[in-house]
């Protein structure tokens, strides 16, 4: 018995393979890439991620503790050359949605712009409202 594929292309079975004079022959990157997968919804993955990307929630500082942190930042300020390492604790929004990090640095002061109101630690500029702890340390 004959099978279904030999019946309808029996006389093309065997023959050799066609080689264009005119064109050159695909790479394997270019040929696979015909195969891939299809996203049909492009970003979705990106989206999804995203979403499962958790973030902080800031607390607004009682007044107590702004008034120490005020108190440290002068006490740098008017003592800056006494004064080599600092640690401080700060809140970055995010971007993308609501909330954002908190991020900790520690390192020596290079300048503070009180115009501006920019502490700069190593080579991170720190908006002075987003500091939520800072100290000084001891070498």
Do not use: C, W
Not at 29 to 37: E, K, S, V
Not at 85 to 109: C, L, M, P, Q, W
């Amino acid at each position: 018995m004959e099978s279904e594929g030999y019946k309808y292309y029996g006389d093309i079975i065997n023959m050799p393979r066609r080689i264009s004079n005119i064109h050159a022959p695909m790479n394997i990157l270019n040929r696979a890439a015909q195969f891939a997968p299809f996203s049909a919804l492009p970003g979705h993955n990106d989206a999804v991620k995203e979403t499962e990307r958790l973030t902080e929630t800031y607390l607004s500082l009682d007044e107590e503790e702004k008034e120490r942190i005020n108190y440290v930042l002068q006490n740098i300020l008017y003592n800056i050359n006494a004064v080599s390492k600092v640690y401080v604790k700060y809140f970055i929004e995010d971007e993308k949605k609501s909330g954002g990090r908190f991020i900790k640095v520690t390192g020596n002061i290079k300048k503070i712009d009180t115009y501006n109101r920019i502490i700069m630690i190593n080579d991170v500029k720190i908006n002075i409202d987003d500091i939520v702890d800072i100290s000084i340390l001891e070498d």
